[in-house]
C-alpha cells in the first residue's frame, strides 16, 4: 500500500494559554481538494503554516508521501508543499520581475531548462510576456496572484496550499482565478489544501472540507454531503449565514447567540 | 410600486466627479434615490466609484474634483453647499458607517468618551444625558454589557463588537439615512449576520433608510430592496432585487451573477468577465464595460455612450445599448444555470 500524499497526524499548536489547533488530522491524496474551512481563530491558517513548516505543531506531525516533513531538507521540504497566500505581496519579491523570481526558484533548484520551464509556467497561468517583465507593482491584483501560483507550481509540488488565495479579488478576477485553479488541479494532478472562509468557493474547488470551530475539527466529509446535511450546529450556522434570497439575518443571530452561549 | 410617494432621503442626480490627471470621471452621470425607509444597495468591483458616491452624500469629495450634478439630502443640496449647510447633513441628516472600524476611533480614548463627545459637543447636552444616550444606544446595537463597554478602549473589543460600536456613533445624530460603505467586508460571515440583523433591526424600528456599499451582490440582494450595480463610475443597472437576481439586463450584471460560484445546485463551471476592472487612467470611448463584454458591437458599443434608459415605474434602469435585444437572452442564460 502506498502512502498517501499529505497526512497530518494529531497536529496541536498553542500560543500560551491559546491553543490554535488542536488534535487536527486528514490525509488527502494525490490529485485530491481538501478544504479547510472556519473563521477567525478557527485555526485554519495556523494549520496552514505547519503544512508548510512555518510553525513546528507543539504535538504530532505532517508526513508527505508517508516522510515526516520535520526531518526533510529545506529544498526537500519546498518539493513538497508549496503555499499561496491572500495577499501576493507576501510572498513576491517587490524589486525581481515575475521572470526573475521564477527564475530565481528554479535556479534553486537546479532545474535544467529554466527559460523552458518559464514559458511553460506563464502561459499555464495565463501571464504574457509583459507581465513577466513586470515588477508586483506594475500588475493588477489578478495578475499578482498568477504570478505568485506560477512561482509556487515551479517546481511542480506535491501539495499546493492556498490560504485564502482568492478572498482579496474583485469578483470577476477571483472567478478567473478559481478557474485556473481548477485547471491546474487537473492538468498537474497536484494536491490542494484549501484554506478559506467561504463555503461557495470551497464547494466549487475541493472534493473534501474540514469545518475547523476554534482549533477544533467539528465535522468533516465531502462537501456536498456536508452542504447538504450538515450534523454539526457550527457548520449548520455557517452555511445558514452566506446571504441568499429570504435570508434571515435575524434568525441567524439568534442561532449564533445560542452557540456560543452553549 | 407604492415606494415613489415617500419622500426621498438621498437623491442623487447627473453627479459627474472628475479630478485632474486622470483618464476618466471618477464618477459620470450617476442618479439613484434612497426614499424613507427604504434599503438600497450599490454593488460594484473595486474602482467603480461606489464609495465615492456614497461620500458625496456627507459633501465629502476627492481633493481637487471637480463636481457637477446634484447631491439632496433631506432636502439640503450638498454640491457647492457651505459649511453651516454641511454640518446640519453631516450632523442631524446622515451618518456613515465604513469597513474598518479601527480607522474610525482613536485607540487610546475610551468607548465612552468617543461616544459622549458629539452628544456634548454637537447636540450640548450635560454629561449625565449623554452618558444615558451612550448607554442606550450601546444596548440598541446589542452590545452585552454597556456600562463596561463605556470604559473600555477600542483594543479590548473585536471588530464585530467595534463596528457595533461604529453604529452607535451613527445614531448619535439621530439620522434619517445610514451610508454603510462595506460595513461587514472585513468581518467573519457570522459576524456579518449578526450585523446586518442589527441594521435590519434599526431600521425597522427607527425607519431608517439605508444605502448599503458593497462589492457582495449576494448580500446586496438578500438585505435590500433595489439594488444599483455600478461601474467605472456609471450605474450601469438599477432594478428591484430579485428581478435584478432573476432577469439581469445588463450585460455586466449578468457577468457577475455568472462569476459567483453557487452554494447550492448545479455546479458548472464558472464563466468569469474577462480582463480586469477599468483603471482610473484608463479613457472611455462608448460604454465603459465594452472592453470586456461578451455582447459588444466593435464600431457600436465602443463608440456610443448608451443612454440610461429608465423604466415606467421608475425603480429599474439599465444603460446598455443592446438592452432591448439581449433582454430575454440574458435572462435565459441566468435560469439556465440557477435551474
Known amino acids: 500500500m502506498t502512502a498517501p500524499l499529505l497526512e497530518a497526524v494529531g497536529l496541536r499548536k498553542a500560543y500560551g494559554a491559546n491553543v490554535a489547533v488542536s488534535d487536527l488530522s486528514f490525509t488527502l491524496e494525490a490529485g485530491g481538494a481538501l478544504g479547510l474551512v472556519g473563521e477567525s481563530g478557527s485555526g485554519k491558517t495556523t494549520t496552514a503554516r505547519m503544512l508548510i513548516g512555518l510553525e513546528q505543531p507543539d504535538r504530532g506531525g505532517i508526513l508527505v508521501r508517508g516522510k515526516p516533513l520535520a526531518h526533510a531538507s529545506r529544498l526537500e521540504r519546498a518539493k513538497?508543499?508549496?503555499?499561496?497566500?491572500?495577499?501576493?505581496?507576501?510572498?513576491?519579491?517587490?524589486?525581481?520581475t515575475i521572470r526573475a523570481?521564477?527564475?530565481?526558484?528554479?535556479?534553486?533548484?537546479?532545474?535544467?531548462?529554466?527559460?523552458?520551464?518559464?514559458?511553460?509556467?506563464?502561459?499555464?497561468?495565463?501571464?504574457?510576456?509583459?507581465?513577466?517583465?513586470?515588477?508586483?507593482?506594475?500588475l493588477s491584483g489578478?495578475?499578482?496572484?498568477?504570478?505568485?501560483?506560477?512561482?509556487?507550481?515551479?517546481?511542480?509540488?506535491?501539495?499546493?496550499?492556498?490560504?485564502?488565495?482568492?478572498?482579496?479579488?474583485?469578483?470577476?478576477?477571483?472567478?478567473?482565478?478559481?478557474?485556473?485553479?481548477?485547471?491546474?488541479?487537473?492538468?498537474?494532478?497536484?494536491g490542494i489544501v484549501f484554506v478559506s472562509h467561504d463555503l461557495a468557493v470551497v464547494r466549487y474547488l475541493c472534493d473534501e472540507a474540514l469545518v475547523l470551530h476554534r482549533g477544533v475539527v467539528v465535522e468533516r466529509g465531502p462537501v456536498e454531503a456536508l452542504l447538504q446535511d450538515p450534523r454539526d450546529p457550527y457548520t449548520r450556522l455557517l452555511i445558514s449565514s452566506v446571504p441568499h434570497t429570504g435570508w434571515s439575518p435575524e434568525e441567524i443571530s439568534k442561532q449564533r447567540r445560542a452557540l456560543i452561549r452553549g | 410600486m407604492t415606494g415613489s410617494a415617500r419622500a426621498a432621503l438621498l437623491a442623487v442626480d447627473g453627479l459627474r466627479v472628475t479630478v485632474p490627471g486622470a483618464g476618466r470621471p471618477i464618477l459620470d452621470g450617476v442618479a439613484l434615490t434612497v426614499r424613507d425607509g427604504e434599503a438600497v444597495a450599490l454593488v460594484g468591483e473595486s474602482g467603480s466609484g461606489k464609495s465615492v458616491t456614497a461620500r458625496t452624500a456627507l459633501g465629502l469629495f476627492p481633493a481637487g474634483a471637480d463636481v457637477s450634478g446634484s447631491v439632496v439630502v433631506g432636502g439640503t443640496e450638498v454640491v457647492g453647499a457651505?459649511?453651516?449647510?454641511?454640518?446640519?447633513?453631516?450632523?442631524?441628516?446622515?451618518?456613515?458607517?465604513?469597513?474598518?472600524?479601527?480607522?474610525?476611533?482613536?485607540?487610546?480614548?475610551?468607548?465612552?468618551?468617543?461616544?459622549?463627545?458629539?452628544?456634548?459637543?454637537?447636540?450640548?447636552?450635560s454629561k449625565a444625558a449623554a452618558t444615558a444616550r451612550a448607554l442606550e444606544l450601546l444596548g440598541a446595537v446589542g452590545l452585552p454589557d454597556p456600562p463596561r463597554h463605556l470604559r473600555q478602549f477600542p483594543h479590548e473589543l473585536s471588530g464585530g463588537m467595534l463596528q457595533r460600536v461604529m453604529i452607535a456613533y451613527a445614531l448619535t445624530a439621530d439620522p434619517r439615512l445610514l451610508l454603510c460603505d462595506e460595513p461587514t467586508t472585513a468581518l467573519d460571515v457570522t459576524t456579518q449576520a449578526e450585523i446586518m440583523a442589527i441594521l435590519a433591526r434599526l431600521r425597522r424600528e427607527r425607519g431608517l433608510g439605508m444605502l448599503l456599499i458593497t462589492h457582495d451582490l449576494d448580500l446586496a440582494a438578500a438585505v435590500c430592496d433595489r439594488v444599483y450595480v455600478m461601474y467605472a463610475g456609471r450605474i450601469m443597472e438599477a432594478a428591484p432585487s430579485d428581478?435584478?437576481?432573476?432577469?439581469?439586463?445588463?450585460p455586466y450584471t449578468r457577468g457577475l451573477l455568472g462569476s459567483a460560484p453557487p452554494l447550492t445546485g448545479p455546479l458548472a463551471r464558472l464563466t468569469p468577465i474577462p480582463g480586469a476592472p477599468l483603471g482610473l487612467a484608463e479613457t472611455v470611448g462608448g460604454c465603459p464595460f465594452a472592453a470586456r463584454c461578451p455582447h459588444a458591437v466593435p464600431g457600436l458599443c465602443d463608440t456610443t455612450e448608451p443612454e440610461p434608459e429608465p423604466e415606467v415605474d421608475g425603480d429599474s434602469m439599465v444603460a446598455c445599448l443592446r438592452a432591448a435585444e439581449l433582454g430575454a437572452s440574458l435572462i435565459e442564460e441566468t435560469q439556465g444555470e440557477s435551474s
Open chain 2, 243 to 250: 428581478v435584478l437576481i432573476a432577469a439581469p439586463r445588463h
Open chain 1, 142 to 190: 489578478g495578475q499578482r496572484q498568477r504570478a505568485a501560483i506560477a512561482r509556487a507550481l515551479a517546481v511542480e509540488p506535491g501539495v499546493l496550499v492556498l490560504d485564502e488565495a482568492v478572498s482579496a479579488l474583485d469578483v470577476s478576477i477571483q472567478a478567473q482565478v478559481l478557474n485556473l485553479l481548477a485547471d491546474v488541479r487537473r492538468e498537474t494532478g497536484v
Open chain 1, 80 to 96: 513538497a508543499v508549496q503555499i499561496v497566500f491572500q495577499d501576493p505581496y507576501l510572498s513576491l519579491d517587490p524589486r525581481l
Open chain 1, 101 to 138: 523570481a521564477l527564475d530565481d526558484v528554479l535556479r534553486l533548484h537546479g532545474h535544467p531548462d529554466r527559460p523552458g520551464r518559464i514559458a511553460e509556467l506563464l502561459d499555464q497561468v495565463g501571464l504574457g510576456e509583459r507581465e513577466a517583465a513586470a515588477r508586483p507593482r506594475g
Open chain 2, 82 to 125: 457651505g459649511s453651516g449647510a454641511l454640518k446640519r447633513v453631516r450632523t442631524a441628516d446622515a451618518a456613515m458607517i465604513f469597513q474598518d472600524p479601527r480607522a474610525g476611533v482613536n485607540p487610546v480614548r475610551r468607548i465612552g468618551d468617543f461616544l459622549t463627545e458629539p452628544l456634548r459637543r454637537i447636540r450640548g447636552e
